[in-house]
């Protein structure tokens, strides 16, 4: 028996009873996988239940405010993929008649929707012969074919998803994938895999070769990035402004105070927005009242804090506005609260000092 068929016959008799696994149906399919990315399965069951009931398809999620979608995904964080889930479900009813295209390009379209995700939701519900490349799937194919390039590095990816394209299963690609996935969930454990209950063991290269330890070779080799900018603080009588930018490199989905890097920039994802050039060309006086200093993962950022205090706000307001910027203006004691990032307990201390 070949090993894609030995595989999937593991998997039909210990698959794990999961109710977005009941029907073929795209629309379940998407939101478990989307709820999924950030939480594991016994936290996210009740909700992603409590939010089917009160949205069973995308014509009453397209209908529905954001706000009710937001409080439906409670629990969950992460809100960027609850506003891109409504967006979606917009886009799928006036588009696609609220079903999902059957078609790998069109779906990677749509507001959230990335590799994974489409192809997860096209293989498991339409059969289409699109292999997935998650993190379980990418350490059970490492191990089984041997592969020793590190699996943080650029080449990767590519790598590894031609090696799953050429192992799906063509004929049952839904199930096939949901194997790879399971099997990396219950028995290809990060640690001590439990080879003797596996149903690839017999050709698995890391099981024969005693390489289970070593591979998938993980090697972490981010380059410390340094960044100068600076973080705003615009004052109106007792009230700052936080803003909430769609498209910042950090802070991304919470309201915070604008900020912008300058410099020499590693690429472009760092390159300022439309409002901190703004607010540098028509303030460009503002004294800075200190400097903050901050790590987010390999980023060390260096902030000088200039301190805006207006009487006048009406065209900083229009601007916003114009930008399609969120904004609200909140009291001081309200700052880490309103924007929860040690930022704002480090910005705070220099405006208290
Ligand atoms: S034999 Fe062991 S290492 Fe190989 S795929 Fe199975 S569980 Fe993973």
Known sequence: M????????????????????????????WISEV???QTRVAAMLPLFENFLKRFPNPETLAKSSEEEVLSYWKGLGYYSRARNIRKAAIQLVDQYNGSFPKNLELVLKLPGIGNYTARAVLSIAYDLPLAVLDGNVKRVLSRYF??????????ADLDLQKMADDFLNREYPGDHNQAVMELGAMLCLPESPKCLLCPLTEGCFSRIHGKTKEIPVREKNQKQIRLTGEIWVIQKEDLYLLIKEPKTRFL??????????????PNEEYEPSELFLFLRKHWKLTPSIGTVKHTITHHKLEYSVPHLKLSHIQELETQLRSLTIEFKWVELEQLETEFPSSLARKVKKILLY
Not at 11 to 20: C, G, I
Not at 146 to 155: A, E, H, R
Not at 255 to 264: N, T, W
């Open 146 to 155: 041997g592969y020793t390039v590190n699996i943080l590095g650029p080449k």
């Open 252 to 265: 991304k989905g919470m309201f915070h105070l604008p900020y912008g890097f300058l410099g020499d920039l």
């Open 2 to 29: 070949n090993p894609q068929k030995k595989l999937r016959e593991w998997y039909l008799l210990n698959k794990r009873e999961l109710p977005f696994r009941n029907k073929k149906q795209a629309y379940p399919i």
């Open 35 to 37: 709820m999924l990315q």
